[in-house]
């Protein structure tokens, strides 16, 4: 799957929730371990996207970190229409490369940093809240303890951002504003 491809499945996914004109609430769950590295990604994205989240009431954004499974609570308050979660995943990709992941992609990919497997825990949202869950993985490069996050993952933050911005001004979910610019990251 190439990189335009999450963009275009968000898309069509979003125009098939729109009812009148009710705006779509919207979770964005980042998961990851900061000490890993790239597999930090889903964090950073979420921390990018607070200043948005903190002005739309349609919109959440949850750092999860390695244990997703311990918000379903707070997703279960929002009621979400859709979440959305962002996360590393060994995809023998490029690094930095983005993909929408079906069932199967995301139970057969290799995730070493969680407690639950995403897909279950996908799943169960799916169930309890009755709403879409999505999850789109991110190709890392490095995952070891201690190491830093590399160029090509800070390079796809940015682009998931500025994606994620523009999809959710088209689909009213936020509104265009130039003060309320998601904060784009990069190395330290």
């Not at 998961?31 to 889903?42: F, I, N």
């Not at 799943?123 to 995952?143: A, K, M, S, W």
Request: proline share 4%; hydrophobic share 45%.
């Amino acid at each position: 799957m190439s990189n335009m491809f999450w963009q275009e499945n968000l898309k069509l996914i979003l125009s098939c929730l729109i009812e009148d004109d009710r705006r779509l609430r919207i979770a964005v769950v980042g998961v990851g371990q900061e000490l890993r590295g790239d597999d930090a990604v889903g964090v950073y994205i979420v921390r990018a996207l607070k200043p948005l989240a903190e002005v739309e009431r349609n919109l959440i954004v949850i750092d999860a970190g390695s244990t997703p499974e311990n918000i379903a609570g707070l997703l279960k308050q929002f009621h979400p229409d859709i979440v959305l979660i962002f996360d590393a995943v060994q995809m023998n990709k490029n690094p930095g490369s983005v993909s929408w992941l079906s069932g199967d992609e995301i139970s057969s990919a290799s995730i070493t940093t969680h407690t639950l497997p995403l897909s279950i825990f996908a799943d169960f949202v799916r169930v309890e809240l009755d709403c879409e869950v999505e999850i789109i993985g991110i190709q890392p490069l490095r995952t070891l303890l201690g190491s830093k996050m590399t160029e090509e993952m800070y390079r796809s933050i940015d682009s998931i951002i500025r994606v994620l911005t523009k999809v959710f001004v088209e689909f009213k979910v936020c509104q265009e504003s130039g003060d309320i610019t998601p904060k784009l990251v990069g190395p330290v």
